[in-house]
């Protein structure tokens, strides 16, 4: 059974950073965040390829946000989201995301299988 895990979040002030951590229990594939806060539809926030060469950023986080992943050759599927210039904006639950065949990178939610159970973000004005 395929498991994602994502873990980092918490509570921050408005101008600080938090890393957030994703393993996905599969081959390096396509992963991507996605953040939901309360009242509001999901939304995507970044993406990453397979092998680390092609990333995506909602407008909303560019140059503040960066997705990052571990060595795709050691067999995991570790991925990270760097967060800085935190704003009250970006609080809520960040989840992570893994395709169950590989795909380009995309911000469509609905090309993701599987999901982590999500970490909550709260940045504090």
């Known amino acids: 059974q395929v498991q994602v895990v994502e873990s980092g979040g918490g509570l921050v002030q408005t101008g600080g950073s938090l890393r957030l951590s994703c393993e996905a229990s599969?081959?390096?594939?396509?992963i991507a965040w996605f953040r939901q806060s309360a009242g509001k539809e999901r939304e995507f926030v970044a993406v990453?390829?397979?092998?680390?060469?092609?990333?995506?950023?909602?407008d909303s986080v560019k140059g503040r946000f960066t997705i990052s992943r571990d060595d795709p050759n050691n067999a995991k599927n570790v991925v990270f989201l760097q967060m800085n210039s935190l704003k009250p904006e970006d609080t809520a639950v960040y989840y992570c995301?893994?395709?169950?065949?590989?795909?380009?990178?995309?911000?469509?939610?609905?090309?993701?299988?599987?999901w982590g159970q999500g970490t909550q973000v709260t940045v504090s004005s």
């Open positions: 995301a893994a395709p169950n065949v590989r795909i380009m990178p995309s911000r469509d939610a609905q090309l993701y299988d599987y």
């Open positions: 599969l081959r390096p594939t396509t």
């Open positions: 990453i390829s397979w092998g680390g060469s092609t990333t995506e950023y909602a």
